[in-house]
């Protein structure tokens, strides 16, 4: 679905190469995290996946990436869009209307998206991100966390193949980041909806993302599912990237002679490694 081959960017006017060399595959239906310190380069990937570089934001760029059968360097902005959905981390240059349900509208209507099936997408929309209340309000006047999820109820509301999102929860509350990461999953699962999300709140990435893309200096450190991934705890934290509490302490456990130091991505799962070790211990 997706394939990344040495690709090596540098913004024009700058020496300094933002990405190096990258290589990544991702398949269609993947849900793949992408993490790292700041500077790391991960909002200039996701505009080289959206085809955002080349084509707006110049520079040398060398390798070659592949989205839905086409490479970004060879079709138009328009034509990627068709597959591939964003919701930027700055969300202000995002929005183009004044009114919640006009930002809604204007990409249904750009995307030649049937007119009577239209009012439906715009009424499941805003219900799936629980902002219905705010569709005859001014976009100016909402709050940040407000403003992304209308970004996000806009792109969803277009049922892109691939759904590209930089930090989409940077301005929300633990809560509705969470009813966020449900809804992608949601859609991750039933429309089959390849999701690419740069997020720093790891433990969402561990409940939800299937792969996890780990950046650093431009280059990707890490990459394969989260499990195998978060077997490098301690690299992580060196380069700032805390695991989760939930993570290391099967290896704490394992250190004392509790267990196999198995690792557990969230509670479900340390719950049931848990009953298993109380299960050997009654053996
Ligand atoms: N439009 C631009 N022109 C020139 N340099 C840029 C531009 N955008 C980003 N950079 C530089 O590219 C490097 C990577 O930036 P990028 O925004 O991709 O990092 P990031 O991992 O998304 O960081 P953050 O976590 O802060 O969002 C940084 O050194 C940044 O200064
Ligand atoms: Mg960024």
Redesign the pocket.
């Known amino acids: 679905m997706i394939s990344v081959k040495e690709l090596t960017f540098s913004?024009e006017g700058?020496e300094?190469k933002?990405l190096k060399d990258i290589s990544l595959e991702i398949p269609e239906g993947g849900f793949v995290g992408i993490i790292?310190?700041?500077?790391?380069?991960?909002?200039?990937?996701t505009y080289a996946l959206n085809g955002t570089i080349p084509h707006h934001?110049k520079g040398e760029y060398y390798g070659h990436v592949v989205v839905d059968g086409k490479d970004t360097f060879d079709v138009s902005l328009t034509d990627l869009a068709v597959s591939v959905g964003t919701v930027l981390?700055d969300i202000d240059s995002q929005m183009v209307a004044s009114i919640v349900e006009d930002e809604l509208l204007y990409g249904l209507e750009n995307f030649g998206v049937p007119k009577e099936e239209i009012p439906a997408r715009v009424e499941e929309a805003l219900k799936l991100i629980g902002i219905r209340d705010l569709k005859d309000r001014k976009i100016a006047g909402l709050s940040g966390g407000q403003k992304q999820k209308v970004a996000i109820a806009a792109i969803l509301a277009l049922r892109p193949k691939v759904l590209i999102l930089?930090?989409p929860t940077g301005e929300l509350d633990p809560q509705s980041s969470y009813q966020i990461f449900k809804l992608l999953r949601r859609f991750n699962r039933e429309y089959g909806m390849t999701i690419i999300v740069?997020e720093q709140k790891i433990m969402l990435l561990c409940e939800f993302a299937k792969e996890l893309v780990v950046?650093e200096k431009?280059t990707i450190r890490y990459q394969g599912p989260v499990r195998t991934v978060l077997e490098h705890a301690q690299e992580l934290e060196e380069i700032g990237i805390n695991c989760p509490r939930i993570v290391t302490l099967s290896d704490a456990l394992a250190e004392e002679g509790i267990g196999s130091g198995r690792i557990c991505l969230n509670m479900d799962e340390m719950e049931s490694y848990i009953q298993e070790l109380r299960n050997e211990a009654a053996l």
């Open positions: 913004y700058y300094k933002v790292g310190p700041s500077g790391a380069g991960k909002s200039t990937l934001y981390q930089d930090e740069v950046m431009g």
